[in-house]
């Protein structure tokens, strides 16, 4: 006589609203998955690697990384370029039905201009302890100056954006000591 083994219960189901919950995160995950992709490019090109991608209906609107070396243009963050190409490419300012995913926490400039854009929301990985301009040094966006409010979602992926921060900076320190040693140590 064969024995059939037991089949194993299976899982219970997981609550509807909490699925959601984790199916919204999830998607949060994959456009911020994308923003690092275009941060580490950025990188690599010798800029701090910041990246932004422009959302609106699980759509690409816009993208776009720190390209402030190569422009030489101290306006050029990735979040600034990333609205300019917006509103260029619908011909429409308001970006009231985007959601913005970037890798660091938006810096005053930049902060200033998601409330300029009337953005719908923001979602970003990495606080930026000294600029900013969402909650680290500043709240410009819950602030007097702003008329406009919008929901952020911060610290998604928020170990990967900092970590590919820090060793950024890591690598270019110690790229500096090997080209530049110290004049007491001599030759
Ligand atoms: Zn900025």
Redesign the pocket.
């Known amino acids: 006589m064969d024995i059939v083994p037991p089949t194993p219960p299976a899982p219970p189901p997981q609550p509807e609203p909490l699925k959601q919950l984790s199916d919204i995160y999830q998607t949060h995950c994959h456009w911020m998955t994308r923003a690092l992709a275009l941060a580490a490019k950025a990188g690599a090109a010798g800029e701090v690697p910041?990246g932004a991608v422009l959302i609106a209906n699980q759509q690409v609107i816009a993208e776009a990384a720190n390209r402030r070396e190569r422009d030489q243009d101290p306006?050029a963050?990735?979040?600034?370029l990333a609205l300019r190409a917006a509103g260029m490419q619908r011909q429409n300012w308001r970006l009231s039905d985007c959601t913005l995913y970037v890798t660091?926490e938006?810096?005053?400039?930049?902060?200033g201009?998601l409330v300029l854009a009337r953005l719908g929301q923001l979602v970003y990985g990495a606080d930026d302890p000294k600029?900013g301009?969402v909650r680290s040094v500043l709240n410009l966006l819950d602030g007097p100056s702003s008329n406009h409010r919008l929901p952020v979602l911060p610290g998604v992926l928020e170990a990967a954006c900092r970590d590919q921060l820090q060793q950024w900076f890591s690598r270019r320190r110690h790229a500096t000591q090997t080209n530049c040693p110290s004049p007491t140590k001599g030759p």
Do not use: N, Y
């Open positions: 910041v306006t963050h990735a979040e600034i660091l938006p810096c005053p400039m930049c902060a201009s600029a301009a």
